[in-house]
């Protein structure tokens, strides 16, 4: 049983570059979040989904988008990364969020 | 503010009990209250969560106070294992959700 699960695991990109970063969930999980760990803090709430097909902004949207096309999967996207968006990245899942989440090990980007 | 307070670090020794305190003044009736830990490196871990009553599971016990203003997560036989930020989250409105910067719990052997 995976769980959820993040890929990559580590990336560094270069100012201005885009990439994706997939979570996928084997739990029938309706449920999905994107958070960013900066050092020393608490996780703060990028994007999240309550369905396949719906996405809703969180507490930090800005310089983000996400995608869930299918229910297990949960895509969270830098058009044009800058360093400030240098963090420690976790997806989420939940089938009832009152229930307890269940998280990723995390991917850590570096921009430079 | 949706956020808890809780200390910023507390020291255990090994295989005695610990008693991590949350604050949560501000929490209304339908909230939940929910604790998870954080390894290092690690993404967070789910501990436990309770409405009103005391919880009990095989990590720890919560319990939380009679106005529910307050609560205290505890682990009875501390590991070093258990060394880890520990997260009082308060959940209102089904799916919100915020992390303070939790408590980091050291076990000393």
């Known amino acids: 049983n995976a769980g959820v699960t993040q890929t990559p695991k580590f990336r560094v990109l270069k100012t201005g570059q885009s990439m994706t970063l997939l979570c996928a969930q084997d739990?029938?999980?309706?449920?999905m979040y994107w958070y960013r760990q900066d050092p020393g803090m608490g996780l703060r709430l990028i994007h999240y989904?309550?369905?396949?097909?719906?996405?809703a902004k969180g507490e930090v949207p800005d310089g983000y988008n996400v995608s869930r096309l299918k229910k297990q999967n949960f895509l969270l996207g830098l058009e044009s990364a800058a360093p400030s968006q240098t963090s420690v990245y976790f997806c989420?899942?939940?089938?009832?969020?009152?229930?307890?989440?269940?998280f990723g090990s995390g991917t850590r980007l570096t921009v430079v | 503010d949706a956020k808890t307070t809780q200390p910023n670090s507390m020291e255990s020794n090994e295989e005695e009990p610990v008693h991590l305190p949350c604050n949560h003044s501000?929490?209304?009736?339908?909230?939940?209250i929910h604790w998870y830990r954080q390894l290092p490196s690690q993404g967070p871990e789910y501990v436990i969560h309770g409405l009103t009553s005391n919880v009990n599971n095989r990590m720890a016990s919560l319990a939380i106070a009679e106005d529910r203003k307050s609560s205290t997560l505890i682990l009875h036989r501390a590991t070093l294992r258990d060394a880890a930020v520990y997260y009082c989250?308060?959940?209102?409105?089904?799916?919100?959700?915020?992390f303070g910067p939790g408590t980091r719990l050291s076990v000393l052997p």
């Open positions: 989250i308060r959940v209102w409105g089904g799916q919100n959700f915020v």
């Open positions: 989904s309550v369905g396949e097909g719906t996405t």
């Open positions: 989420a899942s939940s089938r009832q969020p009152s229930y307890g989440y269940t």
């Open positions: 501000t929490i209304s009736g339908t909230d939940y």
């Open positions: 739990m029938n999980h309706e449920y």
